[in-house]
DNA sequence: TAGATTGTTAATCGATTAACAATC
DNA sequence: TAGATTGTTAATCGATTAACAATC
């Protein structure tokens, strides 16, 4: 009987719940920078176009404190709690192979530290690159990373390569025992079972606007043949 | 009596579905590129990591040609359905505004043409930004926004600036006549019901790889107690 | 007290998966 | 013909929403 059933972080959710607790928190940051104490999930809800039965059991899944009827949540504590459960509390190391636009651009974003993820090496096969810095971040010659990755655990690799190069990207990575990718190449990857992969795809997003916004075009042409 | 209801674009499929539709795409490509010349569903689940089931019925609602048992679907052909559905072979003319690193690295990112996104123009308040091209894409002063969406039918805006910035930039855009958003700020955007909003949101996808991740490892230290 | 709000249990809705007949 | 494969109909699974009792 250990204490890992209390930990937030092993607390299961559902996928949709998971991807609406970064809104949530998000939302809550910027009331609380208004300087609101408390929220209702019924006005969280109504902000952010959702259900407000769906925002109370997603909060209560990933908080405890809970919220007392008629005054609605503590917003620091929730977001507190919050960010417990999204793992924004314990640094977890990453490392990014692909100093192309993409790569030196997530080098640069400052917004990783506050969810957690600390970038603390790049690597890359550019002679021109390695050895340089971006925002403090050292690139390395991408042959030198099994052995960074020896010398400090790194949780997390980052893949913003040419497609054609993620693969053997990804499995120099796991040898160097990382166990979660993130992807952002557009290559499908092939990994063990227990490895966490997830693909950023810029081409789905566009995708499904490219979808709705012909399907609403078209809707009003037809909307205009009738008039 | 129109034509409209056998428009690719105007079937309705789930979002899942849509979702899933550019990865089959995506893969189907690689298969082409290797010389194939049909492919099951079969396979492609299996490439994938996903159901047959689920395969045929997605490719179902997005291709009407249709597969042949004991050979599978036409790469070729099933490739065309698929762009032709997805909006990919009819160009839609996008504005980007907030010339960042990450902005920068959109305007310079080639892929987009590929889904019949053409990014007509830029636009930002550093007057030493103003007047500077990336990749051949100009950049504007963000005070004519309103003319130049005039000049040219813009479908969608890509909004890159500062998330205090977002609402503002969003509703000039929505001015313009702009009727899709796609929202890379963390900024939650108020729109009418008929505007389509995307938000790309890192700190969501973060956020599901460091719950997974944390999970994991949490997992596998419960499992080296017991041991 | 009355009413806003929480949190849970039950009902509905939608997506995935299984089963199966059709066909190349 | 036999077997791989398609495409559809039915069953299952999971997430959302509705209904309601509890409470501040």
Known sequence: MNTKQNDPANREVSKPTLRRLPVYLNYLKTQAALGKKTISATAVAAALGLNEVQVRKDLSAASKSGGRPKTGYNIVRLMADLEDFLGYRSTKEAILVGVGQLGSSLLSFSGFEACGMRIAAAFDNDPNKIGTEISGIRIYNIQDLPYICK?????????????????????????????????????????????????E???????????DLEAMLQQEEGKDDTQ
Chains 1, 2 share one sequence.
Do not use: Y
């Open 151 to 199: 010398l400090i655990h790194v949780h997390i690799g980052i893949i913003t390569t040419k497609p054609d190069q993620a693969q053997n990207v990804c499995n120099t990575m796991l040898d160097g025992g990382i166990r979660a990718i993130w992807n952002f190449s557009t290559a499908h990857l092939e990994t063990p079972e227990n490895v966490i992969v997830h693909n």
């Open 201 to 211: 795809n810029l081409a789905v997003s566009l995708a499904m606007i490219s979808h």
